[in-house]
């Protein structure tokens, strides 16, 4: 056909879009400068009262002993174990929402948690992964997961089995995102049964270890767990980002996608494996963390849009932000028990996302 | 030019094409006409292997399209669906999707002049920054014909592009449509059930019965004993200032 002639852009027009360009990625740098004043915040929060400037000569290693201790050591870890799950889970989410084609995709509707809690389940009362009771009050405190190894690994078959349940299924009739959906909602069902029937025949204190283990805990994970979730989760940055062209083009549905020149019945499957083994291995180290995976992208796309060249990043630094906040509100809402951040996820994610809801009718 | 041989199709034991075939040349608008369930919608979704044909060859200017990669396939066939899902995306972004077989890391300032230039051809440059949402049935077709020429295809399919625009935008659709295809040399191919848009828009028509080709020419092909077989009702072609226009009488 006729090439479509070289206009060179009207001044107007060029500097709408660039305007348009540069308000996006404004808010990409808000949002990371947010979320490193959260990871300050994080790091200062607690009951040892150092100061900011301590802190900071800390993370230069000028810091004293006692404050490099409590920085590197307590702190630290916990922090960038929030950046690196809260960027995962939103990231996954965002990516799910697209492929899957519904608003509510997350890692509960792939029933990752469900099948990571069900591991974590018969790893506790059937294996032996067990339990002690520890001097101390509360429930939380006179339980210890002996072997946190084995409940991380039964947890993760757990995640991805559930993964290849549903990917095998949808592939039955084909892979439709629908039928994804369907696959996950009945597939978590079954795990959910599954836990109830382990819990049913193990005593009062195995069950309620396997209940504080599905609260979630950042500080569960150490630095090779925080540093494998970490490449993970880049790796899986890079080929989402590397596909930001083709996730816009499957917005528009799936046949103009295809006629597009996107590789779909590629692109489906695999950013569904690789959400499913990114959310797995996190639910695996630090428990069941529901609605930031669902609420992060919800949240940004009215902040940037549905264009997944800014989505994905603003989503990723959104889901750390708001996880370092839950975690922050964790521990200084009732000091200095440190409550459990999977339930404050919940408390406070199911308010925001009512609130996104009937602030505009319909979530998009 | 696109040429399709034999084309045979089915979902499951139903049988939806059997033994199609057609030619169209460059800059010609072809109008595929027939009964709900004929196989119109599947047949152009075989064209760009949406769905993909069981029997016969589908060749653009000689190549067949099974041996096209998927990006050369969206560079040769562009296609807009009959249903468009809305995002919140703006106008530009939307069109922006149209270069994505051309892209290698992103978009070039090379990519954005023709889109904005396109989108000037079609009237929509002002609302280049406007949320899909906002448009209004009309002003999205317009859109989507925008995306899909920036493909800069050989061949456009059109899926009933004019099934939810009132009169004025039917008919300001299809005469784009046609201006583009003679100007751009572009071969249109277009499901439509309004026989007059037909008539006046197209330069060829292509009915389909039953899955079957059931006659293929110029306006002499659309007679009153054609639309009684395929359609079933009784029509009546009749010729006002010059221009043929079928007027439909009882069922």
Known sequence: MKKIPKVPLSEKSGRLYH??????????LALAALAMAAGLASLRAGSSGLTLKEILAALAGKGT???????WNVRMPRVASALAVGAALAMCGCIMQNVLRNPLASASTLGVSQGASFGAAVSIICIGAGTQINAGSGAAASLTITHPGLVTLCAFCG?????????????????????????GVAVSSLFSGGTTLVQYFADDVMVAT???????????????????????????????FLHRWNYNALESGMHTAKSLGVPVSFLVPASMAICALVTSVSVAFVGCISFIGLIAPHIMRRLVGNDFRFLIPATTLCGSILLLSSDIACRVLIPPVVLPIGALTSFLGAPLFLYLIMRRGSIK | MIELRHIGFSYGKTRI????????????????????????????????????????????DGR?????GRRELAQNVAYVAQKNELSQTTVLDCVLLGRRPYMKWGISSEDLEKCLAMLRRVGMERFQLRNLSEMSGGELQKVMLARALVQEPKVLLLDEPTSSLDPKNQYEMMALV??????????????????????????????????????????????????????????????????????????
């Open chain 1, 19 to 28: 305007r348009y360009i540069r308000r996006k990625w404004l808010i990409l």
């Open chain 2, 17 to 60: 094409l059997s033994d199609v075939s057609l030619e169209a040349r460059a800059g010609e608008c072809v109008a595929i006409l027939g009964n709900n369930g004929a196989g119109k919608s599947t047949l152009i979704t075989c064209i760009n292997r949406i769905r993909q044909p069981e029997k016969g060859e589908i060749l653009v």
């Open chain 1, 65 to 71: 002993k006692q404050s490099s201790a409590i920085v």
């Open chain 2, 178 to 251: 046609r201006e583009l295809a003679h100007e751009r040399h572009i071969t249109v191919l277009v499901v439509i059930h309004d026989l007059n848009l037909a008539m006046r828009y197209c330069d060829r028509f292509f009915f389909l019965k039953d899955g079957k080709g059931y006659c293929y020419g110029d306006s002499q092909v659309v007679t009153s004993q054609v639309i009684q077989d395929v359609y079933g009702i009784c029509g009546h072609v009749a010729e006002i200032d010059g221009k043929k226009i079928v007027v439909i009488g009882s069922v």
């Open chain 1, 210 to 240: 396997v209940v504080y283990w599905t609260f979630g805990n950042l500080g569960r994970a150490g630095w090779g767990e925080i540093g494998l979730i970490a490449i993970l989760t880049l790796a899986a940055f890079v080929f989402f």
């Open chain 1, 159 to 183: 995640g991805i089995t559930t993964t290849i349940l549903i990917l095998c299924l949808s592939r039955l009739k084909g892979a439709t995102p629908s039928s994804m959906v369907l696959a």
């Open chain 2, 64 to 68: 067949p399209v099974r041996r096209m």
